[in-house]
């Protein structure tokens, strides 16, 4: 039962390292709504809000402030509880985050895994995706956070002339290397660069 506690952040000891609102928050399932969730504030650790409504939905909320619904429970062939990310908090309404939440608890239900069904439909979803497409959206959910946005947004678009039309799953290492090939001996410092981002960019994607 410890495990339980200590792998969903409702152990007594990760609360009392959480400022007043986490505590009271992860120690009791509440229900959730649009103005409870917009009111939720980053702590020193992360921390997750369980649903009453929803059995198994948290919005879990990083050190960074960012949101996220997920569903923790214990998936099939796992002895401990495990989350599997719904979606971010902001991209999707709650009552649709509920609705996933039950349809993944009855995958769970019947044995089945709720990740393979998510891996299965992203794979779809990437065959029709270019990387103008990718990049793009890299640029406006990542890139806008950086430090040095307008350089790396400059660079990438680079990339984005070049590739713009490829689609993201005929991206394969061949392409990267011969890109190397062709642009190192030319610009090192920018091929080097270049190569930074495009392996940020598919990091972030796999996530």
Request: aromatic share 8%; charged share 30%.
């Amino acid at each position: 039962m410890l495990k339980w506690h200590l792998a969903c952040s409702r152990c007594p000891r990760v609360a009392q390292r959480l400022g007043r609102q986490a505590r009271e928050l992860v120690t009791k399932r509440v229900r959730l709504s649009d103005k409870r969730i917009k009111a939720l504030r980053p702590s020193e650790r992360r921390y997750d809000v369980w649903d009453s409504e929803a059995p198994g939905l948290i919005v879990q909320v990083q050190t960074t402030g960012h949101l996220s619904y997920k569903l923790c429970r214990r998936m099939p062939g796992m002895r401990n509880p495990t989350r599997r990310l719904i979606g971010e908090v902001g991209t999707m309404e709650l009552e649709e985050a509920r609705a996933i939440a039950r349809e993944w608890c009855a995958m769970i239900r019947r044995g089945a895994d709720p990740a393979s069904k998510t891996r299965a439909a992203l794979a779809e979803q990437r065959k029709a995706l270019t990387f103008e497409q990718v990049a793009e959206d890299y640029i406006t959910r990542h890139v806008s956070k950086f430090r040095h946005k307008v350089s790396t947004e400059r660079e990438i678009r680079l990339l984005i002339a070049r590739w713009g039309r490829v689609p993201i799953h005929q991206f394969g290492r061949d392409r990267i290397i011969k890109f190397m090939d062709e642009t190192g001996p030319k610009t090192p410092y920018m091929a080097h660069r270049q190569f930074g981002h495009l392996r940020a960019l598919f990091n972030w994607l796999s996530r």
